[in-house]
């Protein structure tokens, strides 16, 4: 069986796991540590590496892919939205491989999410645009075409209403921080995709993150003319899809 391991770095928290390549499954359980406060690149380094102790795989030789919620651009991180401003124009891949002492494969956390769910998940063999998001701290996003991914889509920046990044208003984070109920959560995750579906016409939404297991609360809500379907490995999604592209 083929086997590689993935790290999903989030806003919240940090989570790793050995995945069956074969099958796009997890081949161990899920190890989870809290994102350090403020999220510099050294205190994450730090939970990375002890998340990956904590899984105690002895084969250093297993393929390795981290997933980061950044615009990622030749191993470089480009954005800082839910971490340290010092991962602006940073060399994260070199400076993960480095502290890690082997060689990883560095890509953005929905992006990674969405091969997850185009290789093994709810948007394996759909032709056309796929959007995935992924509802948490933020809201990523992923854009494959005929499964092919087309990186560092960004969904969760655009510029909406009196926001500066839709994410600020309609993420997981909002509903917990305003205590909203799923009815009024729903209507702002109405105007979100309405915006996304008028702009990019998609063939199929998927629908990611941690809230994706409560999926039966919100979905059914909204009115789209685009189906929109819970990611099927939800939060492991990210992991998955890192252990996949670090396979390639």
Not at 3 to 24: Q, W
Not at 190 to 209: I, N, R
């Amino acid at each position: 069986m083929a086997k590689a391991i993935g790290v999903d770095i989030g806003g919240t928290g940090i989570k790793a796991g050995l995945v069956d390549l074969s099958h796009g499954t997890m081949a161990s359980d899920r190890v989870r540590v809290p994102t350090p406060e403020g999220a510099s690149p050294q205190d994450v380094l730090k939970a990375v590496q002890s998340v990956l102790k904590t899984l105690d795989i002895e084969d250093s030789s297993l393929p390795l892919g981290v997933a980061f919620p950044a615009i990622v651009k030749r191993g470089k991180t480009m954005s800082a939205a839910n971490v340290s401003k010092e991962w602006l124009d940073f060399d994260a891949e070199r400076f993960f491989r480095d502290g890690l002492n082997r060689n990883i494969v560095f890509v953005n956390d929905a992006d990674a999410a969405g091969v997850a769910e185009a290789r093994h998940g709810a948007a394996r063999d759909v032709q056309g645009l796929t959007i995935l998001t992924t509802l948490g701290t933020g809201i990523g996003s992923a854009f494959l075409y005929n499964g092919v991914l087309v990186p560092n889509s960004e969904l969760g920046h655009l510029n909406f209403r009196e926001f500066d990044s839709v994410e600020k208003w309609a993420a997981t984070s909002a509903r917990e921080r305003e205590n909203l109920t799923w009815a009024e959560w729903a209507e702002r995750l109405q105007a979100f995709y309405t915006h996304v579906e008028f702009l990019f016409s998609p063939d199929l939404f998927v629908v990611g993150g941690g809230v994706s297991k409560n999926a039966d609360d919100f979905l059914p809500l909204l009115e789209l003319n685009t189906p929109i379907i819970p990611a099927i490995h939800r939060n492991n999604s990210g992991i998955i899809g890192a252990a996949s592209l670090a396979a390639d």
